[in-house]
C-alpha cells in the first residue's frame, strides 16, 4: 500500500472511531489519545493514536502530525516514557511525507495486559555489535517484588525516535545517537506519552 494511500485509510479509520466516541465503562473495546512533543527543537510535533480490540489483539492507528517531512521514524512500545525508558519494544517504522505528515498501522497487543518478561537469564543472539550499543551478551532477569519469583513488567507508553541521529540534526536538533531503530544507531525521541503518568500510560486504559 502507498503512503498516500494508507494515509488516506488510516485517517478514515480514525475519524470512524472519533464519531464513535471514546472509551466507557461501558464500552472498553477501544480507546482513542493524543502523543505529544518530546524535545524543544520540534514543538509542534504530536500524533493521534486509536487502538480498536476484537478481544484476542488490537489495531493501532496512529496519525503523527509537525513533523520533518520525508524522513523516516521508529515507533516503541516503553515501560516509561521519557528517558532511561525502561524496557522497551520496537514496534516498528513510520515515514513522514511531503506535509510531515506520518501514519501507521499494527496490529498487535496493546491493553491493559501489555507486558514483558525475562524469567530467567540466557545468552542472546549478537547480531548488532557496532559502538556505542553493542547487542547485549546476555539478557537481564524480570523479578517481582521478593526480588526471586519472576515478574512481568508492564509497558504502557508509546514512542517515537528518529531513525538517524542526522536527520535529527537536520531538523535543528541534537544529532544525539540512541539504540532505537534496527540497527541501534537512532536520533532522539520526537514524540511520547508523557501526557499520563509514568505509571499509568495509555494503554493501561483499554481493558476488553
Known sequence: ???????TAVISSALM???????SAADE???RFKMVAANACLPGASAKVQIISDGEAEDMFIVATGLP????FDFFVIQVPKAPFGLSWYQGDMQSDD???????????????????APGVEPAPQVFNDPPFPDAAQNPATLGPDGKTPGPVQTYHLGLWFNS??????????NTVTPFNGEHNAGIQV?????FPDGKGPLLRLRP
Open 29 to 31: 473495546d477501544h480507546i
Open 17 to 23: 472511531l472519533m464519531a464513535a466516541g471514546s472509551a
Open 69 to 72: 517531512p520525508n524522513t523516516a
Open 165 to 174: 541521529p542526522t536527520d535529527a540534526q537536520n531538523a535543528g536538533c541534537p
Open 1 to 7: 500500500m502507498s503512503q498516500r494511500a494508507l494515509k
Open 99 to 117: 506535509d510531515g505528515d506520518a501514519v501507521q498501522h499494527f496490529r498487535g497487543r496493546f491493553n491493559i495486559e501489555t507486558f514483558i518478561i
Open 191 to 195: 514524540v511520547n506519552t508523557s501526557n
